[in-house]
T-cell receptor
Framework: KQEVTQIPAALSVPEGENLVLNCSFT??????LQWFRQDPGKGLTSLLL?????REQTSGRLNASLDKSSGRSTLYIAASQPGDSATYLC????????FGTGTSLTVIP | DVKVTQSSRYLVKRTGEKVFLECVQDMDHENMFWYRQDPGLGLRLIYFSYDVKMKEKGDIPEGYSVSREKKERFSLILESASTNQTSMYLC?????????????FGPGTRLTVT
């Protein structure tokens, strides 16, 4: 069964810093990998979707990369802002969606 | 934009009650999912449906059932609520049965069973 891991579980950074969130998965036979943001008590908001044939996707200050052979994806956030504070989850898709437990990000003003 | 809505943001029910959670999506998506989310355990799939009247068990179906009578609506039913079903419940949908499409989530229902 696919296992998805996100390390660290929590991260605090000062405002303006660039940061990288990590996601690793055990089975490279995936259709895609999706990054989500979740604010406290809310649902998940899709940030980026990388198909298995792609290496990266960009949206504004966010850049997600995918390396299937090593079972890793990263989410790069440039020039972090307090409004980026949230939990970030990754999910990869095989015969169902498999989620990591997330990284809780705090950006300190 | 795809919109996935859930009938309640917060629910408080008593042990033994029958509980209905409803989810509606407005983009003619084929696939719909129910997850529960608990601290330290992440999201766990309860049931999913890839068509009207079709359902498939996920990883933790015990104590739950589902209904999909219309394409846009997917209901999660707790036949006899128990305190260990206190959780955040999240509904999601994707365009087709092929899982290469983006998954869209509703705002969640925080259920407390006392």
């Amino acid at each position: 069964k696919q296992e998805v891991t996100q390390i660290p579980a929590a991260l605090s950074v000062p405002e303006g810093e660039n940061l990288v969130l990590n996601c690793s998965f055990t089975d490279s036979a995936i259709y895609n990998l999706q990054w989500f943001r979740q604010d406290p008590g809310k649902g998940l908001t899709s940030l980026l979707l990388i198909q298995s044939s792609q290496r990266e996707q960009t949206s504004g200050r966010l850049n997600a990369s995918l390396d299937k052979s090593s079972g890793r994806s990263t989410l790069y956030i440039a020039a972090s802002q307090p409004g980026d504070s949230a939990t970030y989850l990754c999910a990869c898709t095989g015969n169902q969606f498999y989620f990591g437990t997330g990284t809780s990000l705090t950006v300190i003003p | 934009d795809v919109k996935v809505t859930q009938s309640s943001r917060y629910l408080v029910k008593r042990t033994g009650e029958k509980v209905f959670l409803e989810c509606v999506q407005d983009m003619d998506h084929e696939n719909m999912f129910w997850y529960r989310q608990d601290p330290g355990l992440g999201l766990r799939l309860i049931y999913f449906s890839y068509d009207v009247k079709m359902k498939e068990k996920g990883d933790i179906p015990e104590g739950y059932s589902v209904s999909r009578e219309k394409k846009e609506r997917f209901s999660l039913i707790l036949e006899s609520a128990s305190t260990n079903q206190t959780s955040m419940y999240l509904c999601a949908s994707t365009k087709t049965r092929v899982l290469s499409y983006e998954q869209y989530f509703g705002p969640g229902t925080r259920l407390t069973v006392t």
